[in-house]
Every structure is written in structure tokens, then in C-alpha cells.
């Protein structure tokens, strides 16, 4: 007989889900493996890091779970569902809803200032230009540029490019942020400081957060860390 508490005793659903993710591109005659049978879980709320070498696969395995690359064989499932068993066109609707991307270049547009390029992916998705506008205030309060609001990128520090764009990633609320190298060309203090606000909107907003970087220091920060070599999973380790 089902204990009628099973349901909600049951362990939730994990946000992600990879199963022998593979990747390979053809190179003249050859083919190039560059993700080996990546097979991991990521939880809600988690912030993990992913360290490696470079050419260890570490940006093709960001790509693909943000959808903007799709695996060679292997699957990816976003809450129990297969990420790519759908169109081109829901596939994109998925990201820009549901994921959030930092990059080590802020990729901001030079002609808007700090606040339009940080509500522009909420207009995109069709959210009222006022509603868009006050949650772009508060992500900028947030990060600390409350009176960078009118400042276009040329006017602002690299380490406050990067908070916009911090910003503008968490402006759909995603439960998944990836950031590649996102302190990669800011100074050590800049990038530390850079490192702790971003844990610090992880703890305040309980969103997922997979970090690729080089820095060792940084990425001992996090509750986890995966060490990639040659396209696969040397070391998977929590914090303690």
C-alpha cells in the first residue's frame, strides 16, 4: 500500500541532469572528441565550479548546457525533460527565459546606456517596458551601480561592465546562470570582488550557478567543484 506521503517525501526532480554527454567536431579527416562521457547533476540553488586546462572541454560543456551548442550523443535534461527534443524556435524561448550567461567579455551594446542593456532581454520576452525598467533598477541597486544607471559602457570601470552584465543575466529571474571566465579580464581585486557578488546573488536568489574558471583560489569558493581533463571528469568534490 503507498504511503500517501510519498509524494511529498519523494526527493524534488533535479534542475539538471547530464547522462554520457559526448562532443566531437570534424577536423579535415579527423574527428576532434571533445567532450568524453560528461555525466553529472546539478541542483537547485547550487553554485559549482569547473576548472580545468585549456582544451579540456570546459566552455564546449557551458555551451551545451545553455543550449547554444547541442551534444554529439549523450542527453541533457532540464528538469526531467530532454533539453533538445524540441524546435530551434522553443529552444531559444528556453534559454532566454530560463538561463542566464555572464562571459568574460561583457558583450554590453556601446550605444545604450547601464540600464537599458540591462532590461533589454526582459523587452525581448515581451515583459511591459515598466516592469522591465524597475526590476533592471533593482538588479543594478543590487550590484552596486544604483548610481550608474544613465553611464553607457564607455563611461564605466571594467569591473562595472561586468556587473551589468551580471544584471542583465539574472533579469528573467533563470534558475540556471553560466558564467565563462566572468573575472577572466578584470584584476585580482576586482575579479575577488566580483566572485563574492556573484555568491552572494546565488545565496540571496537560490538560482543555480556553474562557473568556468582558471582561477584555483576563486573556484574553492563555491560548494563544488569538477575538475575536467580531456573531456572528462577528473574530480567531482563538495565543499566541506
Do not use: C, W
Request: aromatic share 6%; charged share 20%; no cysteine.
Amino acid at each position: 500500500m503507498n504511503n500517501p506521503d510519498d509524494s511529498q517525501s519523494a526527493s524534488p526532480t533535479p534542475l539538471v541532469v547530464v547522462d554520457n554527454l559526448q562532443r566531437s567536431f570534424p577536423m579535415g579527416n579527423q574527428t576532434v572528441h571533445v567532450l568524453n562521457g560528461i555525466t553529472m547533476i546539478i541542483e537547485r540553488g547550487e553554485m559549482v565550479s569547473i576548472v580545468g586546462a585549456s582544451g579540456a572541454g570546459k566552455s564546449t560543456l557551458l555551451h551545451i548546457l545553455g543550449t547554444l551548442d547541442r551534444p554529439t550523443h549523450g542527453e541533457v535534461l532540464f528538469e526531467g525533460k530532454n533539453m533538445f527534443n524540441v524546435s530551434e524556435t522553443a529552444l531559444a524561448s528556453f534559454r532566454n527565459e530560463r538561463i542566464g550567461f555572464v562571459f568574460q567579455f561583457h558583450h554590453l551594446l556601446p550605444e545604450f546606456t547601464a540600464l537599458e542593456n540591462a532590461y533589454l532581454p526582459a523587452l525581448i520576452q515581451k515583459v511591459p517596458k515598466h516592469t522591465a525598467i524597475e526590476s533592471a533598477k533593482s538588479l543594478l541597486s543590487e550590484v552596486g551601480l544604483s548610481h550608474r544607471f544613465d553611464h553607457k559602457p564607455g563611461e564605466l570601470s571594467g569591473g562595472e561592465q561586468q556587473r551589468v552584465a551580471v544584471a542583465r543575466a539574472l533579469i528573467r529571474q533563470p534558475d540556471l546562470v553560466l558564467a565563462d571566465e566572468p573575472t577572466g579580464n578584470l584584476d585580482t581585486h576586482t575579479g575577488e570582488e566580483l566572485f563574492a557578488l556573484l555568491r552572494k546573488l546565488n545565496e540571496r536568489h537560490g538560482m543555480a550557478f556553474i562557473i568556468v574558471t582558471h582561477n584555483e583560489k576563486l573556484s574553492h569558493q563555491t560548494d563544488r567543484l569538477i575538475h575536467l581533463q580531456d573531456g572528462q571528469i577528473l574530480a567531482d568534490r563538495y565543499r566541506s
